[in-house]
């Protein structure tokens, strides 16, 4: 249980890949964290997503539970403005930001998750608006402990929910083998028949889900510090997605994606220096019907072509330099989007100085798009580290360029329905600066204070604005609009401003030996505004307030884990289909397992134990309680 036994310290010796030059959290500069695999295996959830969303400062609006579909969005940003990475590897998908959470990795491969909070544009890129998160799975972790582990779950509950697990991760003086399956499915709730009036009822329909993930991974280290490093994944869900995309009437929606992922790594650490080349590939393919009742079925498939070099260099005990080189390319074959393919080419150079508790960090960034053609982007990080307190700072500036849906969902269809969203071939690439100032502060070994505010000023950002027909215009030779019709149309809003402030408490400790506990608060307070008011749909969802907790409790009899969280935000109503989304509500989640051996034991799940109506996106009900229990072991 060394986990809990001075703590801080223990997690700030892991060097934070996400940062790009290996550094501890302290000496980034900014607000990082890190869920290790224990601190993911405690926590009462059922997906990755719903795991995420119990960390400080970041929000997850799932349109369904289970981990069918979730928006990540961090520091108020957009769900289109958080990259994703597994393995340093960016997963933000071409097509749209709402599949970015469709993460191909099981619960089994996963060493940890890093969580780095504000603009990181100036070392990843476009995308990198509102932070970073980060997937380290244990082939390409820098752990080389010689390892023969399998590890499993099995749970049933209600609406014949089932959830089951297995994964093994093997690892010797220069190989390493692992590989895993997840799979949830149920039913899925029932929602009644519902009357809006006289000419209009809403049919009963069931939130069903069917997800399953597979992955296999292999690496082999050869002398002289050469090592190859492979991963292969599969990602399938198959899911009711009525009121995921709109709130239409007629809406009785059920979508199909799959994703398949590759990563390929050839990597050469030596004394003072490491370079790595990296390919990845991913295909992802989309069948959504929007109804039975007519043709209304959409079938998109993209390509993610991705090829990253990196070279690092200590040149003395002060200054480390790391420089690289990306390349990458994206496609679409789609009925509504068309076809399309996008080449991206990017330089980065970054710079660390530390000397004496000063942790000076600059780097700078060229991107080339032949959607928005050339960027820079430039980061400044500093931290100071005290014997109690570590002083933080950073500056920095970030792009996004719209996705596949912003410039041309609806492009290739004639006739189209009023209300419908649309896109803009002639969006702008969004921009921003970001600047933030944070203190972390020791009270012991064991508990940590951190406070952070930050601004963002970010122009050109894009969203669905509703527009008549008349403003847009012919979008498409193939596509048309009706007359005087009103649609949600992709457009550049001009400057979006962003404040805000993040307080955060993580207690570890050992209570005599033999029971251990970690407690984690944050809360979080945004403002955004706009000063032309435009009326748009994602850029001020996000929660005005935020708090987060996580419990974790650990005997030798039994284990106890809780989350909760509160949000206050905007309240809407969609009339059409006679649904609300609440200014605020509460959600809590808890766990109990009862150890029977070291490596066999029970376990008791409640999923939103108060039983809570809640929705995330206007018109997507999220699930009631949900009760299920289930096995576990580790061999």
């Not at 928006?71 to 958080?82: E, H």
């Not at 080449?343 to 710079?351: I, P, Q, W």
């Not at 809590?588 to 066999?600: E, H, M, Q, S, Y």
Request: glycine share 8%; charged share 20%; net charge negative.
């Amino acid at each position: 249980m060394a986990l809990y036994v001075d703590a801080q310290y223990q997690i700030d010796t892991i060097d934070v890949s996400v940062s790009q030059v290996p550094l501890k959290i302290s000496e980034t500069g900014r607000n990082i964290t890190i869920l290790t695999a224990e601190d993911l295996a405690a926590i009462p959830a059922t997906s990755i997503d719903e795991m995420l969303q119990t960390v400080p400062g970041l929000e997850v609006q799932s349109r369904g539970g289970f981990g069918t579909q979730g928006d990540i969005l961090l520091r108020g940003s957009t769900f289109t403005q958080v990259m994703m990475l597994i393995d340093g590897m960016k997963m933000n998908d071409p097509l749209t930001g709402h599949f970015n959470s469709n993460i191909p990795v099981t619960p089994a491969e996963i060493e940890r998750i890093e969580i780095y909070r504000g603009a990181a544009a100036a070392m990843y890129g476009a995308d990198a608006v509102g932070g970073v998160i980060n997937i380290v799975t244990k082939t390409f972790s820098a752990n080389t402990q010689i390892e023969n582990k399998q590890s499993g779950s099995l749970s049933y509950g209600e609406h014949e929910f089932v959830r089951g697990q297995y994964g093994f991760n093997k690892r010797g003086e220069n190989w390493s083998l692992g590989a895993g399956i997840a799979v949830s499915q149920s039913e899925g709730e029932a929602y009644p028949e519902k009357v809006i009036d006289s000419t209009m009822t809403l049919d009963a329909y069931n939130s069903f889900f069917d997800i399953k993930t597979l992955g296999a991974s292999a690496a082999y280290r050869f002398s002289e510090g050469l090592a190859i490093r492979f991963r292969t994944a599969y990602d399938h869900r198959d899911f009711d997605a009525r009121y995921y995309y709109t709130t239409s009437p007629f809406d009785k929606s059920t979508e199909v994606v799959s994703n398949w992922y590759n990563h390929l790594q050839l990597a050469r650490v030596a004394t003072a220096s490491s370079t790595d080349v990296n390919f990845a590939y991913k295909n992802n393919s989309d069948e959504f019907v929007f109804s039975p009742d007519f043709s209304s079925t959409n079938n998109h498939t993209t390509e993610f072509l991705n090829l990253t070099i990196n070279h690092l260099q200590e040149l003395s005990s002060k200054v480390t330099l790391k420089i690289g080189a990306q390349a990458d390319q994206r496609k679409i074959d789609s009925n509504d989007r068309g076809m399309h393919d996008n080449y991206h080419f990017g330089l980065y150079a970054m710079g660390v100085y530390q000397q004496a508790g000063l942790n000076l960090t600059l780097s700078l960034r060229s991107d080339y798009d032949d959607n928005y053609e050339l960027e820079f982007s430039p980061q400044a990080n500093v931290s100071y580290v005290l014997p109690s307190m570590v002083l933080r700072g950073s500056i920095g500036r970030s792009i996004r360029a719209a996705d596949y849906t912003e410039r041309f969902v609806s492009n290739n269809l004639t006739n189209l329905t009023p209300g419908r969203s649309l896109g803009n071939p002639d969006l702008l690439a969004e921009r921003s600066w970001s600047e933030e100032l944070g203190l972390d502060y020791f009270v012991n070994s064991n508990w940590t204070i951190k406070s952070t505010a930050f601004a963002r000023q970010s122009t050109n950002l894009i969203d669905y604005i509703l527009t008549n027909e008349a403003d847009i215009g012919r979008i498409s030779e193939s596509g048309s609009l009706q007359e005087r019709a009103d649609y949600f149309f992709a457009q550049n809003i001009s400057a979006v401003s962003t404040l805000g402030f993040e307080l955060e408490s993580e207690l570890r400790i050992s209570l005599s030996g033999r029971a251990h506990l970690l407690w984690n608060i944050g809360y979080t307070y945004l403002d955004t505004t706009n000063d032309e008011e435009t009326v748009s749909v994602y850029i001020s969802s996000h929660a005005k307030q935020l708090f987060t907790t996580r419990l974790r409790f650990e005997h030798e009899r039994f284990e106890l884990g809780i989350s909760g969280l509160y949000k206050q935000r905007e309240g809407r109503v969609a009339t059409a289909i006679s649904s609300e989304l609440g200014d605020s509500y509460s959600l809590w989640n808890v766990r109990l397992g009862l150890p029977i051996t070291a490596d066999f034991g029970l376990n008791l799940q409640v999923q939103n134990l108060f039983d809570t109506a809640y929705q995330n996106i206007l018109g997507a009900q999220m699930p009631s309680r949900w009760i299920m229990g289930g096995i576990s072991w580790s061999l």
